[in-house]
């Protein structure tokens, strides 16, 4: 397996429910993202990673809380979700070169989620 | 804040006509500034990006970006579209001061008709 992988490709949801979706990579990076895609709007920055540790968290609700076991997998759990927050969530990873610039992120082929 | 605008929401054009896709950012610094494409059904993966050096960028499949500094400008460029490069094309920036992050546009989505 090469590159980012992300599963569930697909996942519906209650609001009541938790969830998780997970992603992987398989490019010795040292970040990992979170972004959220929602149509007619632009990515949305959730989640950054850099050698495991959280670097940015963009004013997102605690509904979603984001896990980095390690600098090759992220998770993203998901608990009491809205309608609004259907969307497609993609993940990326980079390698940080240490002057503080993420350069080129490759990033997976997302989440669709569906909040019922 | 830091901010990228791409213009043209959807695109219709016929094959071997030539494409321009405007991106705008709003950063005063230094920044990269990047191209990716998503094909339908496909993740997003990147066309050219811009660091620094010569201003005309070439990426993958005939496509290449302009950096003008003075018009804060990162134009994407094909002189002959295919049917194939149909897809939506995101321009994003990052600046080089701060916390670095990727702040993406809203996307130009291109339809190609045979």
């Known amino acids: 397996e090469t590159g980012v992988t992300q599963t569930p490709r697909h996942l519906v949801m209650g609001m009541t429910n938790k969830k998780s979706l997970k992603c992987e990579q398989h490019?010795?990076?040292?970040?990992m993202y979170w972004y959220k895609q929602s149509a007619k709007k632009p990515l949305e920055l959730m989640f950054v990673?850099?050698?495991?540790?959280?670097?940015e968290n963009n004013s997102v609700p605690s509904r979603f809380s984001p896990e980095c076991p390690n600098s090759s997998h992220l998770f993203l759990h998901l608990h009491t979700l809205q309608p609004e927050d259907s969307a497609l969530y993609l993940c990326?990873?980079?390698?940080?070169?240490?002057?503080?610039?993420?350069?080129?992120?490759?990033f997976g082929p997302g989440t669709r989620l569906t909040v019922l | 804040a830091q901010s990228v605008s791409q213009h043209n929401h959807h695109v219709i054009l016929s094959e071997a006509a030539s494409l321009e896709l405007g991106c705008n950012y709003s950063?005063?610094?230094?920044?990269?500034l990047f191209w990716y494409v998503q094909y339908p059904g496909q993740h997003l993966q990147l066309l050219l990006k811009?660091?620094?050096?010569?201003?005309l960028v070439k990426g993958i499949k005939g496509f290449e970006a302009e950096f003008i500094k003075s018009k804060f400008s990162f134009n994407l460029r094909k002189p002959s579209v295919q049917w194939s490069d149909t897809a939506e094309y995101f321009c994003?920036?990052?600046?080089?001061?701060?916390?670095?992050?990727?702040?993406f546009g809203t996307g130009t989505r291109l339809l190609v008709s045979p």
């Open positions: 990326a990873s980079s390698q940080s070169s240490g002057s503080g610039a993420y350069n080129e992120q490759f």
């Open positions: 490019l010795g990076h040292n970040a």
């Open positions: 990673y850099s050698l495991e540790e959280r670097v």
């Open positions: 950063y005063g610094g230094t920044v990269n």
């Open positions: 811009y660091f620094s050096g010569d201003p």
């Open positions: 994003a920036a990052e600046a080089l001061a701060g916390f670095q992050k990727l702040v």
